[in-house]
């Protein structure tokens, strides 16, 4: 059974930097899709980053292209959200997620998803 558990999120002012991470256990991911999501309170869930979990394709939303970086560790199983430059607008909870589709940016083809993490970002 796939298990995704995120951690790293908090407060943190605007300009600062938080870094999350997503765990992954239950089977091997080669091939997959990892990916990030975030919510904003009364928004919609929106694609953030996503990487392969073999190879070094990375895609990222244009909102956070420049600030955030998506990286693995996968002798941890460990996918990392590392966030520079943070803005008011990027509070949300951020949910990691794994996909076999095709489409990196596809929520709908993301099965698996993490219970997400608050981040916070104060003006």
């Known amino acids: 059974q796939v298990q995704l558990v995120e951690s790293g999120g908090g407060l943190v002012q605007a300009g600062g930097s938080l870094r999350l991470s997503c765990a992954a256990s239950?089977?091997?991911?080669?091939?997959?899709?990892m990916g990030w999501f975030r919510q904003a309170p009364g928004k919609e869930r929106e694609f953030v980053a996503a990487t392969r979990w073999s190879g070094s394709s990375t895609y990222y939303a244009d909102s956070v292209k420049g600030r955030f970086t998506i990286s693995r560790d996968n002798a941890k199983n460990t996918v990392y959200l590392q966030m520079n430059s943070l803005k008011p607008e990027d509070t949300a909870v951020y949910y990691c997620a794994v996909s076999r589709g095709s489409r990196a940016t596809a929520q709908n083809e993301y099965a698996y998803w993490g219970q997400g993490t608050q981040v916070t970002v104060s003006s």
């Open positions: 239950g089977r091997t991911f080669s091939g997959y899709f």
